[in-house]
């Protein structure tokens, strides 16, 4: 008998462990999965700022592209602005400074996916200063509308995007990366139970305690006692 409860109490401690094996595989793969994704993926609030910069830079364009056809056709005016180009009266460089903006905001935030706002501070403390300086120097007010509208447009998108890094998406992928932290990090107590193969539980894997000697002699007097002839 005694042998018997020791190869239960063996056996049962093996389901237990076979179970705790079971679940540290599930939680291996869950947080392999977590860091794939953080690795491969691109959260939608960065795909929305690198769409809004790509808007910069064609908005830019186009505004140039218009200011180069009311001027006098835009081939003649490529040649004055591109090839003949004066700081003073040129929309060319503003036209550069959006391209510079593209370049370095892709590269940092969807290629290289930085979670800082250095890059981004850079581009726009560039961008505020030549066009500060330009539109103090140059002669662009003389210029029509556009020399109010190209300046203006190019400050606003800078500020615009400086503005949706650093109080969108920044502050959103770390929540949402602490929170996926968080639901790994609970997942071995959220997780069932899972005994190997899949399959259901053997009546190996259980046992019943062996009734005590006291019980069985008990049950002897009772019977006994049943069977006595009443008087």
């Not at 400050?155 to 990366?177: M, Y």
């Amino acid at each position: 008998m005694m042998d018997s409860q020791c190869s239960s109490s063996v056996g049962s401690r093996a389901t237990l462990g076979g179970v705790g094996n079971i679940n540290s595989p599930l939680v291996s793969s869950r947080i392999e999965s977590y860091e794939a994704g953080e690795k491969k993926g691109i959260s939608d609030v960065r795909r929305t700022f690198c769409l809004f910069v790509t808007f910069d830079l064609l908005f830019v364009t186009l505004l140039w592209i218009i200011e180069l056809n009311v001027s006098g056709g835009i081939q003649e005016q490529l040649t004055k602005e591109v090839l003949q180009y004066d700081y003073h009266k040129s929309f060319f460089d503003i036209f550069v400074l959006a391209v510079f903006r593209f370049a370095a905001l892709i590269l940092a935030y969807a290629v290289c996916k930085l979670r800082h706002w250095w890059a981004i501070a850079i581009t726009t403390a560039i961008t505020t200063g030549f066009l500060i300086v330009k539109v103090i120097v140059s002669k662009l007010l003389s210029q029509g509308a556009f020399g109010y509208l190209l300046p203006i447009i190019s400050f606003i998108l800078a500020w615009i995007e400086t503005w949706l890094l650093d109080f969108k998406v920044l502050p959103q992928e770390a929540g949402d990366e602490i929170r996926s932290y968080l639901s790994v990090q609970s997942a071995p107590d959220r997780e069932p139970l899972l005994y190997p193969g899949g399959g259901p539980v053997s009546e190996g894997q259980f046992y019943s305690p062996p009734e005590s000697m006291a019980d069985s002699d008990e049950d002897l007097d009772d019977k006994h006692d049943l069977e006595k002839p009443i008087v």
